[in-house]
Structures are given as C-alpha cells and as structure tokens.
C-alpha cells in the first residue's frame, strides 16, 4: 500500500478514474461524482503524468481507455467490486443475513429446491438465498455467485469441485399416464415424447424398452427442461428424467419410470465454488447439505424401484450412498 500511494496523486483519483473509464465521458463522470467536468479532466491529467502514461483517447463523441488504460480499469474494477462485495456482507452480517448466490438449473432450481424451500429455511434460517439461473449443462463461469451446479467429466474435477453423482437418465411419467395411455388395450395408439430444444428428440431410442418398438404417436416439445419435467407432472407423455432433477418427484411416487432402466454417463454432477472466492463455511454447510439431500433421494429411488439397478450403477462408478 505506501507503493501504491506513491504512484497516485491521491486516492480520490481511482473513484475519478474508474468514473470516467466506464461512462466513456469526461462529462457524464463529472456529473456522476457530482463536481465539474474541468476538475475530472484535471485530475486524470495529473494522474497520467503521475504514472508516465496516457490512460484516455479522446475520439469523436467522447474517449476510449489505452491500452494501459485497459490494464488499470480491469485491476481497480475488481478491486472497487471486492470492496463492495465485502461491505454488503458486513452489512448482511450485523442484520444476521447471510446472503448466498447460487448458480443451478431452471430445472433444478424449479423441481428439486422449491419442494424442499421450506426445509432449507428451517435448517438456514438466516441465509438469503439468490439465483443465478441457467440452462442445461451450461459452462456459464462462476461470476458473482457463492455456489454453482455444473456438469463436469473426470478430468474436470479440481479442488474448488465436489461430486455429487453421475448424470443418470431415465424416462419419467405420471401415475394416470402409465394406468391409461399405456394399458394394453391402448398401446397402439403409442407414446407421447416430450423432448426439449437442447436434446436430441430421439433420445428414447437409447432406452432398449423404446427402440426399433414403433409405438411413437408423437412428440411434445419446449425450448426449457422444467417445462419438460412439468408436462410429465400432469400427464402429457414421458420425458427424459435427468436424476439430479426429478428425484424428488420420483421418491415422493409422483413421477415414475416408465421403464425399468438406468444410463449413466459420463458427465460429472458437481457443486463448484469459485477459485477466487473464499469459501464461507455458511457457503460450505448449504452444498454439504444439498449433497446429503440428493443421496436421501437416491437412497429412496433406489429402493422404491429396486428393479432400476441404481443402487448398483452407481457403485459402477465409485459412488455409494448407503
């Protein structure tokens, strides 16, 4: 810090700065900071001459950053943005709120957390749970967020990642679809497939109680995969089940598998936390919690459905949960 003093003509000179570079106006910044726009333009003259290098270009319609410029607003950005971030946590802390910004799924967030919503009241009390929503196996990096889901593969999976369970598909349906559209006497008809823009709508030809059968009456198809698992719910066709999904509606019986069979691929369901971050223990005893309550779940399936075999495809890939 004494370097870093004697490098500036004052500190106020970062606020001016930073001001500047991102309204891209001398003008705009003045008014932002609330002083005149010759006393902004002053004061990064000063700095300039105080570093040895010119931060501004002045084009037509305002200035644009140096490459120098470039370097210094990326480092005093991240630093003006850690400082805010660790005021708002101070502040959180003396109300008693611990808030936590979680990067998962709309699936996951829509048919897996909010069933157990009030649970994770009851067991963080104190926590304010924020949403980062995304879709599928997106690789959206952990900006900004305390916690993320992602989809990894084993070479993936560094120190900032803990595994929860392999990706596990299966078809899913509700109770009144298996008891009616797929009786007996009303097979050939065939089955409605409910598929999402971001699979391939063929996907039941990987399941061998599907393929080559041609009993496909036809498809049901969204651009999100909660509004696939949803369908399901109400009874308008089989879907593909993800289990890091639907393994709440498959332990309460209120989705079931329309087939008795399992894929286990190799993608990697993980909680990451951002390399970059500190590791709250809030943050650490919410993701140790959302692991347990994935293994309940699966303990449960396993069970309930015994004829899956996911108990043993699991073990298949080094994952045992009881």
Not at 93 to 113: C, K, N, Q, Y
Not at 166 to 177: D, F, G, H, K, S
Not at 248 to 255: D, E, R
Not at 283 to 299: F, H, K, Q, S, Y
Request: with cysteine.
């Amino acid at each position: 810090m004494p370097g870093l003093r004697k490098k500036l003509p004052s500190a106020n000179a970062l606020f001016v700065f930073e001001a500047a570079a991102r309204c891209r106006n001398f003008t705009r910044a003045a008014q932002e900071l609330d002083v005149s726009q010759p006393a902004v333009s002053r004061m990064l003259a000063r700095m300039e001459d105080h570093i040895g290098v010119r931060l501004f270009e002045r084009v037509r319609g305002g200035i644009e950053l140096t490459e120098s410029g470039k370097i210094l607003y990326r480092a005093i950005s991240e630093g003006f943005d850690g400082i805010e971030n660790a005021i708002r946590e101070i502040e959180d802390r003396v109300t008693d709120v611990e808030p936590i910004m979680l990067s998962v799924s709309t699936g996951f967030a829509t048919h897996w957390l909010m069933p157990r919503m009030s649970r994770v009241k009851q067991t963080f009390p104190h926590v304010d749970l924020r949403f980062q929503l995304i879709r599928g196996h997106s690789d959206v990096p952990l900006d900004d967020v305390d916690l993320g889901m992602r989809f990894l593969h084993d070479g993936e999976i560094d120190e900032n990642a803990v595994f929860v369970m392999p990706e596990t598909l299966l078809p899913v349906c509700n109770q009144r679809y298996l008891e009616t559209v797929r009786t007996d006497a009303s097979r050939v008809q065939g089955d409605t497939l409910i598929v999402t823009d971001d699979e391939q709508h063929d996907w039941h030809e990987r399941f061998s109680a599907f393929f080559g059968n041609g009993r496909i009456a036809g498809t049901l198809s969204f651009t999100d995969y909660s509004s696939a698992v949803q369908a399901a719910l109400l009874g308008q066709g089989i879907a593909l089940g993800r289990l890091d999904v639907v393994s709440h509606w498959l332990a309460q019986g209120v989705l079931l598998p329309a087939a008795h069979e399992v894929i286990v691929t190799d993608w990697r369901c993980c909680l990451l936390t951002p390399a970059n971050k500190p590791l709250r223990q809030i943050v650490a005893n919410l993701r140790d919690w959302m692991i347990e309550e994935t293994r309940t779940d699966m303990r449960v399936v396993a069970k309930k459905y015994p004829q899956l075999g996911l108990r043993e495809a699991m073990k298949q890939t080094g994952l045992k949960f009881g």
